[in-house]
């Protein structure tokens, strides 16, 4: 047998080290080629580290949370052959998810090689300790307090026995989280505390969010808006044409929307170099658009909004969005944007405050519409009103600026003929 030690591999972009984020191994474990060992954070990324050889982990290099140099020991790993120790620098990174954080950043990897030895006992539940805390994300623990379903009972189908959605499905689906809750236990105490260790992209939303508020110089501005028309059209537009290019939102007119009004406030589309005291202003218009994902807020970007018809920008933020949410969304693809449009949706609220995505200097929030009796020609009539709750980095945009912008987009979206006219 010999030693195969796996060095923190050199990402590129000039880094030096990189934060640990997570282990999918453990001491102990068998793993295949291409079997994801852990997860490393770099300033722009989450990236997946793989195995290059089949083996036993003999060793880990780090602990979650670490900093650790390029170059340095990562995993060492017991393999077939001789006994001459070999070093290597793990393979490329397989996938790469984007820098705007959670706390548990979850991969499910599934070996292309030779198979996983089956678990000795079958079935969702399994015995554990009262005190021994599962292996498993944020989201999963929450869907299971929704449940009622305990943790510990739950037998984990992912690497290293972690718990998964599916298997909260398939303890549902043998009915034995009713037979194993206590009679009255919606009304116990609890007096029972978690500690999340916040590390990896969960680290990275709270430095950018420190960062963003410490360094500018915030201020919002909210304008109701008057959707109903801009509705009727999106409806005329998906029955006419939603089976053959797609379905639209509300997202791709408020794009065009920001297109068309940064003709007039260019200094809205800007980045702003507070070191160097340089303000760049764009004239491609990049729109970063904000994605909660399981693994934190990610900002995948627009590219070019300024050159997309409606159908086009529509299908960029779909696949986009999915990309981020399902953990593909590339470095390029996460990064570069020039101003940020964010929502979320049915529960967008009345009124928010976003906070800037450093280094632009303007973000444009979407509440949620609702049907409202508003006085229209002398006539009270149900019209739909959505609030944009925008934010501005005051050092930049003065408010009078910041007022005439958002009141330029509220007048085409509430005229949304004009939105094509050139």
Same mark, same amino acid.
């Given at each position: 047998?010999?030693?195969?030690?796996?060095?923190?591999?050199?990402?590129?972009?000039?880094?030096?080290e990189?934060?640990?984020?997570?282990?999918?191994?453990?001491?102990?474990d068998?793993?295949?080629?291409?079997?994801?060992?852990?997860?490393?954070?770099?300033?722009?990324?989450?990236?997946?580290i793989?195995?290059?050889?089949?083996g036993?982990?003999?060793?880990?290099?780090?602990?979650?949370?670490?900093?650790?140099?390029?170059?340095?020991?990562?995993?060492?790993?017991?393999?077939?052959?001789?006994?001459?120790?070999?070093e290597?620098?793990?393979?490329?990174?397989?996938?790469?998810?984007?820098?705007?954080?959670?706390?548990?950043?979850?991969?499910?990897?599934?070996?292309?090689?030779?198979?996983?030895?089956?678990?000795?006992?079958?079935?969702?539940?399994?015995a554990?300790?009262?005190?021994?805390?599962?292996?498993?994300?944020?989201?999963?623990?929450?869907?299971?307090?929704?449940?009622?379903?305990?943790?510990? =009972? #739950? &037998?984990g189908?992912?690497? %290293?026995? $972690?718990?998964?959605?599916?298997?909260?499905?398939? +303890?549902?689906?043998?009915? @034995?989280?009713?037979?194993?809750?206590p009679?009255?236990a919606?009304?116990?105490?609890r007096?029972?505390?978690?500690?999340?260790?916040?590390?990896?992209?969960?680290?990275?939303?709270a430095?950018?969010?420190?960062?963003?508020?410490?360094?500018?110089?915030?201020?919002?501005?909210?304008?109701?808006?008057?959707?109903?028309?801009?509705?009727?059209?999106?409806?005329?537009?998906?029955?006419?044409?939603?089976?053959?290019?797609?379905?639209?939102?509300?997202?791709?007119f =408020? #794009? &065009?929307?920001?297109?068309v %009004?940064l $003709?007039?406030?260019?200094?809205?589309?800007?980045? +702003?170099?507070?070191?160097? @005291?340089?303000?760049?202003?764009?004239g491609?218009?990049?729109?970063?658009?904000a994605?909660?994902?399981?693994?934190?807020?990610m900002?995948?970007v627009?590219?070019h909004?300024?050159?997309?018809?409606?159908?086009?920008?529509a299908?960029?933020?779909?696949?986009?969005?999915?990309?981020?949410?399902?953990?593909?969304?590339?470095?390029?693809?996460?990064?570069?944007?020039?101003?940020?449009?964010?929502?979320?949706?049915?529960?967008?609220?009345?009124?928010?405050?976003?906070?800037?995505?450093?280094?632009?200097v %303007?973000?444009?929030?979407?509440n949620?519409?609702?049907?409202?009796?508003?006085?229209?020609?002398?006539?009270?009539?149900?019209?739909?009103?959505?609030?944009?709750?925008?934010?501005?980095?005051?050092?930049?945009?003065?408010?009078?600026?910041?007022?005439?912008?958002?009141?330029?987009?509220?007048g085409?979206?509430?005229?949304?003929?004009?939105?094509?006219v050139?």
């Amino acid at each position: 047998m010999g030693t195969h030690v796996i060095k923190m591999p050199d990402i590129g972009e000039g880094i030096a080290e990189v934060e640990l984020s997570q282990w999918h191994v453990k001491v102990g474990d068998l793993v295949v080629e291409d079997q994801v060992l852990a997860d490393v954070m770099t300033d722009k990324a989450m990236v997946d580290i793989p195995s290059p050889v089949h083996g036993k982990v003999i060793s880990l290099g780090g602990q979650p949370g670490e900093v650790m140099a390029v170059g340095s020991v990562l995993i060492s790993i017991e393999v077939e052959g001789a006994g001459n120790l070999k070093e290597s620098t793990a393979p490329a990174p397989v996938k790469e998810a984007p820098v705007a954080p959670k706390v548990e950043a979850v991969v499910e990897s599934k070996p292309a090689a030779a198979p996983r030895p089956a678990p000795a006992c079958q079935g969702p539940m399994v015995a554990r300790e009262a005190d021994e805390r599962p292996l498993a994300s944020p989201a999963v623990r929450k869907h299971a307090l929704d449940l009622g379903i305990q943790l510990r =009972l #739950v &037998r984990g189908s992912g690497p %290293a026995g $972690r718990v998964l959605h599916e298997d909260l499905d398939a +303890y549902l689906a043998q009915g @034995q989280s009713n037979a194993s809750a206590p009679v009255g236990a919606a009304y116990a105490q609890r007096n029972d505390e978690e500690q999340i260790q916040v590390i990896g992209m969960r680290r990275k939303i709270a430095q950018r969010m420190q960062d963003a508020t410490q360094r500018a110089a915030h201020f919002s501005y909210v304008e109701e808006i008057d959707v109903t028309a801009i509705e009727e059209l999106r409806a005329h537009l998906n029955e006419k044409h939603g089976a053959s290019r797609g379905k639209l939102t509300l997202l791709p007119f =408020l #794009v &065009r929307a920001l297109v068309v %009004a940064l $003709r007039d406030f260019p200094q809205m589309n800007a980045r +702003y170099d507070d070191e160097a @005291q340089v303000i760049t202003r764009l004239g491609a218009v990049h729109v970063g658009v904000a994605t909660q994902s399981d693994v934190g807020l990610m900002v995948p970007v627009v590219r070019h909004a300024e050159a997309r018809s409606l159908w086009d920008s529509a299908a960029e933020i779909s696949r986009l969005a999915n990309a981020a949410r399902n953990g593909k969304a590339s470095r390029d693809e996460l990064s570069g944007s020039t101003i940020t449009l964010t929502s979320l949706g049915a529960l967008g609220g009345i009124v928010s405050t976003p906070v800037l995505n450093l280094p632009e200097v %303007a973000i444009v929030g979407v509440n949620k519409i609702v049907e409202r009796p508003m006085v229209v020609k002398g006539q009270v009539v149900i019209r739909k009103m959505m609030n944009l709750s925008s934010s501005f980095d005051h050092r930049v945009v003065d408010g009078m600026d910041a007022a005439l912008f958002i009141q330029a987009i509220r007048g085409l979206i509430e005229q949304p003929a004009t939105l094509f006219v050139e």
